[in-house]
């Protein structure tokens, strides 16, 4: 439900079953995969089909939307990517897919966000943390442009994902579902930058609603009163992301994301604090390995 889980984050996760591409694989048969310092073919050639490498990034992170802290992390960790047909993973998000037509996918994947501890989010004092979440469901994908559009041009594509939110700090407890619609427009490869910005809504349903927001009893304060959460908008949301690529194995990338809670159900929670709140970052990715195969957006 961060921005992370669609940038840095998700190449952390990439070597799971857990991304949602637009790939067509070549008729080509494998080959023997290369060191990145190999000459990489022209874009035309299409992407390869899996990489190998090494991240590290910085992240100012929104404790949660409404809240009025943020969180610093850095990390650096090796990923993984993979364009397969069916597997998918990569800078992108993570899945299996279930279904393709020229226009259309229907993917079965995975996000995350990390968690935050409530001794460091002064409004959540003495409430039990927000855990690492995981989620998991069926995303569908409309290709609004023409899906013949390569490397070079900009397109246009609206994500409809619905997925079940699990908190693996507490043994994988069920805490809601989420439906997370994202309109994107994305441009790959020209003069060596990548970029794409996206506005979306996520609405959770009640039991999410209380995880970020509710209140019980026992947890209230004279400045904290019991706040019963409700389901529906959680928070508008826009996202941008941009890459330089630095040569054949070097990539350096930014995101940012604006979350508001302006007329969301739970604006009343006491654990709003702010309407609006920004998460960004920026890192570095270094290839070490490519396949020979490629594949095509």
């Known amino acids: 439900m961060t921005l992370i889980a669609r940038s840095a984050a998700c190449l952390l996760l ?22 990145a310092t190999a000459t990489v073919p022209s874009a035309n050639a299409g992407r390869p089909l899996w990489e190998l490498g090494v991240f590290a990034f910085g992240v100012s992170q929104q404790a949660y939307p409404g809240s009025d802290q943020n969180i610093g992390r850095g990390l650096a960790l090796p990923y993984g990517i993979y364009r397969g047909e069916v597997l998918r993973a990569d800078e992108d998000g993570a899945g299996l897919r279930a279904f393709k037509s020229p226009r259309f996918e229907l993917d079965v994947g995975f996000a995350g966000s990390f968690g935050s501890s409530s001794e460091r989010i002064e409004a959540r004092r003495g409430m039990p ?76 349903d009640q039991r999410l609603g209380r995880h970020f927001y509710g209140v019980e009893s026992r947890f209230a304060t004279a400045s904290r009163p019991a706040y019963d959460a409700k389901s529906g908008l959680v928070a508008t949301r826009l996202a941008f992301t941009l890459s330089r690529s630095l040569g054949p194995d070097w990539n350096v990338f930014g995101f940012a994301r604006f979350d508001s809670v302006t007329g969301a159900a739970n604006e009343s929670s006491p654990l709003v604090r702010q309407t609006t709140g920004a998460t960004y970052g920026i890192g570095l990715s270094w290839t070490w390995l490519r396949s020979d195969v490629r594949v095509r957006d």
Do not use: Y
């Open 14 to 35: 990439a070597a799971s079953p857990m991304c949602n591409v637009w790939a067509q694989a070549d008729a080509a048969p494998p080959t023997v995969a290369t060191p």
């Open 129 to 204: 943390n927000l855990g690492t979440l995981i989620e998991f469901g069926p995303m569908l994908t409309w290709k609004l442009s023409d899906p013949a559009v390569r490397d070079g041009s900009g397109r246009w594509t609206l994500e409809l994902p619905l997925r079940g939110v699990f908190d693996i700090n507490d043994g994988w407890a069920h805490r809601g579902m989420s439906f997370e619609p994202e309109l994107i427009w994305s441009l790959r490869r020209r003069g060596g930058w990548s970029g794409t910005a996206r506005v979306g809504l996520l609405v959770a």
